[in-house]
């Protein structure tokens, strides 16, 4: 497991209210999608139903990378 800088569970959460997020007894980070059921279409543009990251670095920019993606045509 990695090592993760600081973070605040509480704050991501309201920084990406469409997510649920949660953090495992191992460390890594997870989210999945709230009320939003992806189509294939969806899925092969790119979008992921949930999504994990063992530093919160990197969980930070898959969630960027979907928020950007969901909003593209």
């Not at 920084?15 to 939003?36: H, I, Q």
């Not at 294939?40 to 979907?66: H, M, P, W, Y």
């Amino acid at each position: 497991m990695q090592q993760t800088s600081a973070y605040d569970l509480d704050a991501l959460r309201a920084a990406f209210p469409a997510w649920s997020l949660f953090r495992s007894d191992a460390g890594v980070f997870y989210a999945t999608r709230r009320g939003v059921q992806l189509g294939n279409a969806d899925i092969d543009k790119g979008l992921r139903q949930t999504v994990c990251a063992d530093d919160v670095t990197a969980f930070l920019s898959l969630l960027e990378e979907q928020t950007r993606m969901a909003a593209r045509p």
